[in-house]
């Protein structure tokens, strides 16, 4: 795949291998150098079984991530989530249950859709900072990104705004999924 990639990406990319699954927020720090020695300004991140994400989305994740949020991202309601993101009664983002951590969850969440912009500076440097602070999780052991994003949004500006439709937030992690994904797909190229 690396090789197919370096013939034919339009534009230059880092490879980076966590050779342990310590969890997303170890796999993500992995980039940190790669971003370090370049010059952008905001550093996207998204989980690889993530394939709905619609061009429309992306094009809103960039205009509120223009706003110098340090942190964007969409967001969907779910039935029976797996992660719900907890808000403040300003609106904040104050707190995130993971299912897979135990968490009790409630019967409708607000989940996120597997993409993430940050500014430069939160990458750089609030990531690593909450690395050295968080714990692993109590059930899976494993450092996990989301609980990144209320501890940031204490303390800086972090946009979320709604996908137009929540497949777009649909991982692709088993034939059923899949089988739902392509009809979906299918559905959306004939629209």
């Known amino acids: 795949a690396q090789a197919v990639l370096r013939e034919h990406a339009p534009m230059p990319f880092d490879i980076c291998v966590q050779a342990q699954p310590t969890g997303m927020l170890d796999a993500v720090l992995l980039a940190h150098p790669a971003v370090a020695a370049r010059a952008a300004s905001r550093v996207w991140v998204t989980w690889c079984d993530q394939v709905g994400i619609r061009p429309s989305t992306l094009v809103r994740l960039g205009a509120e991530a223009n706003?110098?949020?340090?942190?964007?991202?969409?967001t969907v309601k779910y039935d029976a989530p797996?992660?719900?993101?907890?808000?403040?009664?300003?609106?904040?983002?104050?707190h995130v249950r993971q299912r897979r951590?135990?968490?009790?969850?409630?019967?409708?969440?607000?989940?996120?859709?597997?993409?993430?912009?940050?500014?430069?500076?939160?990458?750089?440097?609030?990531?690593?900072?909450?690395?050295?602070?968080?714990?692993?999780?109590?059930?899976?052991?494993?450092?996990?990104?989301?609980?990144?994003?209320?501890?940031?949004?204490?303390?800086?500006?972090?946009?979320?705004?709604?996908?137009?439709?929540?497949?777009?937030?649909?991982?692709?992690?088993t034939p059923d999924d899949l089988r739902m994904m392509e009809a979906w797909l299918a559905g959306q190229a004939h629209a």
Do not use: K, Q
């Open 67 to 74: 706003r110098r949020a340090a942190l964007a991202l969409p």
């Open 82 to 94: 797996y992660i719900h993101f907890e808000r403040d009664t300003t609106g904040r983002i104050s």
């Open 101 to 173: 951590e135990g968490d009790a969850m409630p019967r409708v969440g607000e989940s996120d859709a597997g993409l993430f912009s940050l500014s430069r500076r939160a990458f750089l440097e609030a990531l690593p900072e909450y690395a050295r602070e968080v714990h692993p999780g109590a059930t899976t052991g494993e450092r996990n990104l989301l609980p990144f994003i209320p501890w940031l949004a204490a303390r800086a500006e972090v946009r979320t705004f709604a996908c137009e439709d929540r497949m777009e937030a649909l991982g692709v992690n």
